[in-house]
């Protein structure tokens, strides 16, 4: 019945869980593991633009871009342990971010006895990437975060699960 678990990760603690929880299906269906990860461009790029912009900018101080992202205080993850030192830019960033992500969801997977793991690294509006995603790889199952990186304005908008959960053809599963 279940072939394929399709499993979204931004990263958070409640992604996490999801991706444990994915897994546990997974495994007892012997299916294959697809984690995918969409850039987290809202999370990361605009906060250090505007950080690299305002506080090192305007001073005229010549700073690798490793040592701003380490000095935001708007970042989201223990980036100067995830970023190396050659990245010349959000972009470099981003990717670094999610292959740490990725590798991290990896584990949890084979941790829980999934064989088949496959991963996704996805650029976009979350929720028609991991919809879009789900429907190429022919996904049975979509389980995600009930709540992630998200902000005040996933309150007002929606979160990014319930908009999978009112799009995806396929069962979603939203983990709290």
Known sequence: MINTVLIATDGSSHADKAVAFGCDI???YGAKVVVVHVLLRDHLSE????????????????MPFTAVIAASPYGRFP???IIPEDVSGPHDALHAVANHIISNATRIAREHGVKDVDSRIED????SRIVEAAEETGADLIVTGARGLSDLKALMVGSVSHRIAHTAPMTCIAVR
Do not use: D, F, I, V
């Not at 950080?51 to 005229?60: L, P």
């Not at 976009?124 to 929720?127: E, K, L, S, V």
């Open 26 to 28: 997974a495994s007892k």
């Open 47 to 62: 906060s250090l633009r505007h950080m690299a912009a305002q506080e090192y900018g305007a001073t005229g101080q010549e």
């Open 79 to 81: 980036l100067a342990n």
């Open 124 to 127: 976009g509006n979350p929720a």
